[in-house]
Structure formats: C-alpha cells, structure tokens
C-alpha cells in the first residue's frame, strides 16, 4: 500500500496524533515555501533522500530548513562511507515518492524498513514541524516528538545526530 495524503491524515487520526493541516499550491522547494501561511511557531524542515556509496545504505534526512548540511560531515557521524543525493528511481524505490516531495511520511512506504530516519538532535520533541503528507500540495503540522514516536511505533530506525 501506499501513503496518500488522505491515508496519512487517517492514520494520524487513528493513532491519535494531533496535527493540523495547510492545504496550497503545489510546492517544488524551500523558496516556494515562503507564500504559505507558517504558524508562528512552527519549524520548517527541509527534507533530503541520501544514499551512500555503493547504494547499500539509504537515509531520509529531516532537518530545520535552516541547518546547513555538509555531506562529508554527516558521513562521518553516520559512520557511513560517501554520501550523495539519491537518484529518482531510488526515491521511488524505497519510499514510493517523486521529487519535491521527500518527506518523512514516504517511510510509511518503506516495507522493507532499510531506509534509516536522520535527524538533529537539537530539535527538541515539543517543536512544531511542517512536512509534507506525501503530498506536496499540503503542509501538515505536528510535534518533532510525535513524529519520532509514529516511525518508532512503525520500526522505522531512527538516529539523531549534533547537527
């Protein structure tokens, strides 16, 4: 099966996460990202599908929009060997998504459970995120804490890193 938009809002329901949603315009980028509506206290975050050097490993990285990220670094706090975005195909692959629309929600499509969960670990659990429900036509919000929980709950491996 795979996440839509309207399963992942059902699911949420279902589990009894709360969150809110923003319906929009599609959006491709961060930039396109600035006509929306952000509460106020929400975090956007940026979302990047990675693989390592030999295609063996896979990870989804979730990250304020504002942290930079330098692959060799991150490489080395994932004890993994060279990072580099992962292609089209792969994102299809292993999350069933399309480009622009990497998010979190796309483990949900993971069966497979091999692509690891990356995030900072100064992202505290009670931040606000805005990510987007498979779907770049919408933004949903909910606590980074409730979010952890979700893929814990669906044995999605998690690491949080010093970012």
């Known amino acids: 099966m795979s996440f839509g938009k309207n399963d992942i809002y059902d699911l949420l329901n279902t589990k009894s996460i709360p969150f809110n949603c ?3 315009l599609p959006v491709y980028s961060m930039e396109e990202l600035d006509v929306l509506e952000i509460p106020a206290n929400a975090v956007i975050c940026k979302n990047l599908f990675l693989r390592n050097s030999n295609g063996k490993q896979h990870f989804l990285l979730t990250v304020p929009a504002d942290t930079p990220v330098d692959l060799k670094e991150l490489a080395v706090k994932l004890a993994s060997s060279r990072l580099s975005f992962a292609s089209a195909e792969r994102l299809e692959k292993y999350i069933g998504l ?9 483990l949900l499509n993971d069966t497979s459970k091999s692509v690891i969960f990356v995030s900072s670990k100064n992202l505290p659990p009670s931040a606000i995120i805005g990510i987007h429900p498979n779907d770049n036509t919408a933004t949903v919000w909910l ?3 409730d979010l ?3 893929l814990s709950e669906l044995q999605v491996e998690v690491k949080l890193i010093e970012m």
């Open 22 to 24: 923003t319906e929009h």
């Open 148 to 150: 952890l929980k979700l």
């Open 143 to 145: 606590t980074f804490g």
């Open 98 to 106: 399309q480009s622009g629309l990497v998010s979190p929600f796309g």
